[in-house]
């Protein structure tokens, strides 16, 4: 791997100005740079104990097929890169010159992603310019991504906010030619708007701490119930967007109904039930 070509697909994916995009890149430049042919970027979720995670990113293997491997297989191995925060390698024992790396990503002195990258040819993986190469590229992701996600996270839900909407809706609506297919425009083929009724009530009611708290759960339920693909914004207030993908009209009256069920039946602290949660299901149409 050549030192200039590797300063130039790390350089690349500093350009981008969403979480979704980054990772894309990043994964992109892990195949190019390291020659890691599968992987995937985890999240980890907190909202439990113990700790779960869910998969944010993949990379399509050489028959264009998502590799259907199910994080359990690799809990272990996933579970001691989580707690000692160190690099953990599985040998192929039937194939023994592959090899599965996992890798923290911390933000802030805290981890919060867990990267499963695959490659054959893994003699090198232990090689010092290998590995310091590897472990610099992932602390600078790991810098921006936490840079990118103070910019446009929402701290009280931890959705996208209003800035990340804006910049994601621009890129859909020019159709984004160079997107990565996980960001496809065509792939975002429903919008929704959601709004909890007489909101105003409960801060008037209970004070805004217990109006804070229900916003908070209520992001924790969409993150949740919605597919890690789907993009989640807190606009404002107690307005929320949902972007679904890979979802006709009629699945994503489905999604929405039975989330917008959830959210209804929910027993929220102190003020017990929502009245309603509004939801407005828009269709991108690119014709």
Same mark, same amino acid.
């Given at each position: 791997?050549?030192?200039?070509?590797?300063?130039?697909?790390?350089?690349?994916?500093? #350009?981008?100005?969403?979480?979704?995009?980054?990772?894309?890149?990043?994964?992109?430049?892990?195949?190019?740079?390291?020659?890691?042919?599968?992987?995937?970027?985890?999240?980890?979720?907190?909202?439990?104990?113990?700790?779960?995670?869910?998969?944010?990113?993949?990379?399509?293997?050489?028959?264009?097929?998502?590799?259907?491997?199910?994080?359990?297989?690799?809990?272990?191995?996933?579970?001691?890169?989580?707690?000692?925060?160190?690099?953990?390698?599985?040998?192929?024992?039937?194939?023994?010159?592959?090899?599965?790396?996992?890798?923290?990503?911390?933000?802030?002195?805290?981890?919060?992603?867990?990267?499963?990258?695959?490659?054959?040819?893994?003699?090198?993986?232990?090689?010092?310019?290998?590995?310091?190469?590897?472990?610099?590229?992932?602390?600078?992701?790991?810098?921006?991504?936490?840079?990118?996600?103070?910019?446009?996270?929402?701290?009280?839900?931890?959705?996208?906010?209003?800035?990340?909407?804006?910049?994601?809706i621009i890129q859909v609506f020019e159709k984004g030619n160079d997107l990565p297919k996980a960001l496809d425009?065509?792939?975002?083929?429903?919008?929704?708007?959601?709004?909890?009724?007489?909101?105003?009530?409960?801060?008037?009611?209970?004070?805004?701490?217990?109006?804070?708290?229900?916003?908070?759960?209520?992001?924790?339920?969409?993150?949740?119930?919605?597919?890690?693909?789907?993009?989640?914004?807190?606009?404002?207030?107690?307005? #929320?967007?949902?972007?679904?993908?890979?979802?006709?009209?009629?699945?994503?009256?489905?999604?929405?109904?039975?989330?917008?069920?959830?959210?209804?039946?929910?027993?929220?602290?102190?003020?017990?039930?929502?009245?309603?949660?509004?939801?407005?299901?828009?269709?991108?149409? #690119?014709?």
């Amino acid at each position: 791997m050549s030192e200039c070509k590797h300063l130039d697909d790390l350089a690349n994916i500093f #350009f981008q100005e969403n979480t979704m995009l980054l990772k894309q890149s990043f994964v992109q430049m892990l195949k190019e740079a390291f020659g890691f042919d599968h992987v995937d970027i985890y999240q980890i979720l907190r909202d439990r104990d113990p700790w779960r995670i869910r998969r944010t990113t993949y990379l399509l293997n050489c028959s264009g097929e998502k590799q259907q491997k199910s994080e359990l297989e690799f809990q272990k191995e996933m579970n001691l890169a989580y707690r000692t925060a160190r690099i953990v390698r599985l040998q192929n024992k039937k194939f023994p010159q592959r090899q599965t790396l996992f890798l923290p990503v911390s933000e802030n002195k805290q981890i919060t992603h867990l990267i499963r990258a695959e490659r054959s040819n893994a003699d090198n993986t232990t090689d010092i310019p290998f590995k310091k190469n590897l472990l610099n590229s992932i602390r600078l992701f790991s810098h921006y991504l936490f840079l990118l996600n103070s910019k446009t996270k929402d701290p009280l839900t931890n959705l996208y906010n209003r800035l990340a909407y804006n910049s994601f809706i621009i890129q859909v609506f020019e159709k984004g030619n160079d997107l990565p297919k996980a960001l496809d425009p065509l792939e975002y083929s429903a919008l929704a708007i959601m709004d909890i009724d007489n909101f105003k009530n409960i801060n008037d009611t209970h004070g805004h701490i217990i109006g804070d708290e229900v916003l908070v759960s209520i992001g924790q339920m969409m993150l949740a119930s919605f597919r890690p693909r789907d993009q989640l914004f807190r606009y404002g207030g107690e307005e #929320f967007i949902c972007a679904l993908h890979s979802t006709n009209h009629e699945q994503a009256l489905q999604i929405l109904d039975r989330f917008r069920k959830n959210i209804e039946d929910f027993v929220f602290p102190v003020v017990s039930h929502v009245t309603k949660l509004s939801l407005i299901p828009l269709e991108f149409d #690119f014709s």
